[in-house]
């Protein structure tokens, strides 16, 4: 018995000491993204006041606007949340460059296969120019073919 209550106690013990510093990790990791979000958000404005009309440019902008989207997508600095139907004429894009890499793959695919087998009216049109603009949020606009 005496074992079991020691044990208890003993685990109790152990247990609290990494929540405690997993909080306090947490709390790091909010203001190391707040600060990053604030910094990001100043380069992506300074950088679109200023940047040049070329395709370096655009791609530079891009990987600003993505670093930017990271590090304030974090709950602890997100304001508020916007949901698909109030952003207008935005794509949602992954915060995982592994994801984001998986799903350029697969709206190039589709925009390939599509573009080889879609009928000629307005819908198919429309939803041609969907999967293109899922693709470019997902690849960047280097890859975008008209």
């Given at each position: 018995m005496?074992?079991?209550?020691?044990?208890?106690?003993?685990?109790?013990f152990?247990?609290?000491?990494?929540?405690?510093?997993?909080?306090?990790k947490?709390?790091?990791?909010?203001?190391e993204n707040?600060r990053l979000?604030?910094?990001f958000?100043?380069?992506?404005?300074?950088y679109?006041?200023?940047?040049?009309?070329?395709?370096?440019?655009?791609?530079?902008?891009v990987?600003?606007?993505?670093?930017m989207d990271l590090?304030?997508?974090?709950?602890?600095?997100k304001?508020?949340?916007?949901?698909i139907?109030e952003?207008?004429g935005?794509?949602?894009?992954?915060l995982?460059?592994?994801e984001?890499?998986?799903?350029c793959?697969i709206?190039?695919?589709?925009?390939e296969?599509?573009e080889?087998?879609?009928r000629n009216?307005?819908l198919?049109k429309?939803?041609?120019?969907?999967?293109?603009?899922?693709?470019?949020?997902?690849?960047g606009?280097?890859?975008?073919?008209?």
């Amino acid at each position: 018995m005496k074992k079991i209550i020691l044990l208890a106690l003993m685990s109790t013990f152990a247990i609290s000491g990494f929540i405690n510093e997993a909080e306090i990790k947490a709390k790091e990791t909010a203001k190391e993204n707040n600060r990053l979000c604030k910094i990001f958000i100043n380069k992506v404005d300074t950088y679109k006041a200023t940047m040049r009309n070329d395709g370096l440019a655009e791609a530079t902008l891009v990987s600003y606007e993505k670093r930017m989207d990271l590090y304030c997508a974090a709950p602890a600095v997100k304001a508020e949340v916007k949901t698909i139907a109030e952003v207008t004429g935005e794509v949602k894009t992954v915060l995982s460059l592994k994801e984001n890499a998986r799903l350029c793959n697969i709206f190039s695919n589709k925009v390939e296969t599509y573009e080889a087998t879609m009928r000629n009216d307005d819908l198919a049109k429309a939803t041609l120019i969907s999967y293109k603009e899922r693709m470019s949020s997902y690849c960047g606009t280097s890859s975008v073919r008209s």
